[in-house]
């Protein structure tokens, strides 16, 4: 008889399926929070009446943390045992959550000022970008100790697509989460108890990798975001040899290549931060309610992702260069869309045209930095890509926010100028 499907193994790998399962679902609960939780915002900032701008603010001190602890605790995994940072940052997702759920829950019902209410959950919040960040590196590192080089890639790209997955599937239950008795942060409590229950699976089931560690790390990732986790920097930082010497952005072999990923980063980053806002204004919607329609679109953007990285990319086999030109363009003709949506449908349309085009642009700086440099500098770049997607997260979406105080359609104007002008700067890239 076949072995029970939980015992049998991974394709050239020491895990079980039911091993593997539970790394995947640790990186599937925070991707699909941080989504759910992104599509509920812009309405809780409304009900509470924070200004708009001081939404985007509250997730600026997180993405700092995880930039600056992401390569810390990849560092540490290492030491002190995969299992446990995996745990790590699970605990760290489940207080974080919870937390910020419950500051939210005060400034809805009045409890605090809406002031206080947005300085606790950026407070709050930091807990997940500082321990948050942990998970991803670690439950990387740990695959790839128990995988055959041979077999780490594939592995670790399965890994990271929980990511995508998680994209589509938070904001698809957000809207579910939303009861009479907490209202708006249900969604936050909701995925807390999904992560409580993950972090009790990994510590009963997972083996303890403390002291029978092989080769293999984990890398940072960037900073969550809608469909944009799993770039490859990641895998290639987790299977390529280690190195000495630190590789900088200014090194002339990647940064061409790396700025065009932080332009068309902050352009993503920015248009993502402001679709929530511009969806309620758009369709004129109150806070209550407003999730939904939110959630939508979101789920259109991801797709628009996933589409173009799991379906168009592979089969169209366009050069690095040729991936940010089209990318730009698609980009710029979705944000335009989008910018003169006046209903739902349109909405979703011009968003989901958007994602894809940014879909193309961010595999194509990636692979185009990773070809610029052999084999033993690729945990290296990978490094230097990890940085560049995370630093977009910083600045990007206060940006973006004041842009649209000023006037709604101002922010997705500005993202097309920077992509059009990517897309001329761009067809130099790459050209000998």
């Known amino acids: 008889m076949d072995a029970p499907r939980s015992r049998q193994k991974v394709a050239g790998s020491a895990l079980t399926t039911r091993h593997f399962l539970l790394l995947f679902a640790a990186m ?113 590192a740990y695959l790839a100790s128990k995988t055959r080089r041979a077999a780490r890639t594939s592995a670790l790209s399965a890994l990271s697509s929980s990511f995508g997955l998680g994209t589509v599937v938070g904001p698809a239950l957000a809207p579910l989460f939303v009861l009479r008795f907490v209202g708006l942060p249900g969604p936050l409590f ?12 990994v510590l009963r089931w997972l083996p303890d990798d403390a002291h029978s560690r092989r080769e293999g790390r984990g890398a940072a990732m960037s900073y969550p975001s809608i469909a944009s986790m799993a770039t490859g920097a990641s895998v290639r930082a987790a299977t390529a040899p280690r190195r000495q010497r630190r590789l900088s952005w200014r090194d002339p072999r990647i940064k061409p290549w790396i700025l065009a990923g932080v332009t068309a980063g902050h352009a993503q980053a920015a248009s993502l931060t402001c679709i929530g806002f511009f969806v309620i204004d758009t369709l004129h919607l ?34 690095p260069r040729k991936l940010i030109l089209w990318g730009a363009v698609i980009a710029a003709a979705g944000l335009v869309m989008t910018m003169v949506a006046r209903d739902l449908y349109g909405l979703v349309l011009g968003f989901g045209l958007t994602s ?43 940006v973006g926010m004041t842009l649209y105080g000023i006037n709604p359609h101002l922010p997705f ?15 130099r890239i790459g050209k000998e």
């Not at 943390?65 to 760290?92: I, N």
């Not at 209410?117 to 709050?124: C, G, I, K, P, R």
């Open 28 to 140: 599937l609960v925070a991707a699909a929070g941080n989504t759910a939780l992104q599509s509920v915002m812009p309405a809780i900032g409304r009900a509470i009446g924070i200004a708009d701008l001081w939404v985007a603010i509250a997730y600026t001190w997180s993405a700092v943390l995880w930039v600056a602890l992401a390569p810390y605790w990849a560092e540490k995994s290492d030491h002190h045992g995969r299992k446990a940072l995996t745990l790590l940052g699970l605990g760290g997702f489940i207080v974080s959550m919870t937390l910020c759920g419950l500051s939210l829950v005060g400034g809805l019902h009045g409890w605090w000022s809406g002031a206080l209410t947005f300085v606790l959950f950026a407070l709050f919040r930091s807990i997940y970008g500082s321990l948050g960040c942990a998970t991803p590196s670690a439950t990387q």
């Open 190 to 201: 909701a995925f807390a108890l999904i992560g409580v229950a993950v972090f009790v699976s």
């Open 286 to 319: 109150s806070p209550n309610g407003a999730e939904g329609p939110i959630s939508i679109v979101m789920m259109a953007g991801a797709a628009g992702t996933l589409a173009a990285q799991w379906g168009m990319i592979p089969r169209l086999n366009l050069a």
């Open 356 to 398: 894809i085009g940014f879909g193309f642009t961010r595999p194509g700086f990636t692979s185009g930095a990773s070809l610029a440099v052999p084999t033993g500098e690729q945990g290296a770049v990978a490094g230097v890509i990890t940085s560049a997607n995370g630093i977009s997260y910083v600045l990007a979406p206060s």
């Open 413 to 427: 104007a500005a993202c097309v100028v920077v992509v059009m002008a990517l897309a001329v700067a761009g067809r």
